[in-house]
T-cell receptor, first 111, second 114 residues
């Protein structure tokens, strides 16, 4: 089992809908979680991080963390075509000294 | 905004040639990471430095790849000799110590080995 798992997609949603991206991780000791967005041909860009159980909102983005179930999700409200990208989940490794990245979920928002 | 700077942005060369990629981490960051990204493999960690010391290079083919950090403002990744299978985008990222700290990525070097 990979340490960080994501559905590769593509996840296709219509413009204006809510996009829900999920990530599961294997290390119960993980404390912090990061979401990166990567546009085609560009580098990963940090968009959200969450440390505590529950929800964290930033504009149209909401990160949700459930440590008991070992998953973290990213919700994008009012999805726009400009949100079309690959979203990478990142979790600290067992030693807590580097991030382990999931394979990413490709999101397509159709006008 | 502070940014990780990578050079060159693009590199095309023939197999067998030496390739050197450079990275300037964000000032004040003490961790530097080298990643390789391909469509098939996604993001692969090649090497990791903390306070200029190499801590993990287990993801790097030792026979042809080498990574160094001659000073706090420069990290290098070398491939010698290069092979077509090395064609990929190579990213450098920097951050601060601690598993709760994010990494910030440079724009990458797109490498093509003919």
């Amino acid at each position: 089992q990979k340490e960080v798992e994501q559905n590769s997609g593509p996840l296709s949603v219509p413009e204006g809908a809510i996009a829900s991206l999920n990530c599961t991780y294997s290390d119960r000791g993980s404390q912090s979680f990061f979401w990166y967005r990567q546009y085609s041909g560009k580098s990963p860009e940090l968009i959200m991080f969450i440390y505590s159980n529950g929800d964290k909102e930033d504009g149209r983005f909401t990160a949700q963390l459930n440590k008991a179930s070992q998953y973290v999700s990213l919700l994008i409200r009012d999805s726009q075509p400009s949100d079309s990208a690959t979203y990478l989940c990142a979790v600290p490794n067992n030693a807590g000294n580097m991030l382990t990245f999931g394979g990413g979920t490709r999101l397509m928002v159709k006008p | 905004d502070a940014r990780v700077t990578q050079t060159p942005r693009h590199k095309v060369t023939e197999m067998g040639q030496e390739v050197t990629m450079r990275c300037q981490p964000i000032l004040g960051h003490n961790t530097v990471f080298w990643y390789r990204q391909t469509m098939m493999q996604g993001l692969e960690l090649l090497a990791y430095f903390r306070n200029r010391a190499p801590l993990d290079d287990s993801g790097m083919p030792k026979d042809r790849f080498s990574a160094e950090m001659p000073d706090a403002t420069l990290a290098t990744l070398k491939i010698q000799p290069s092979e077509p299978r090395d064609s990929a985008v190579y990213f450098c990222a920097s951050g601060q110590t601690g598993g709760d700290q994010p990494q910030h990525f440079g724009d990458g070097t797109r490498l093509s080995i003919l």
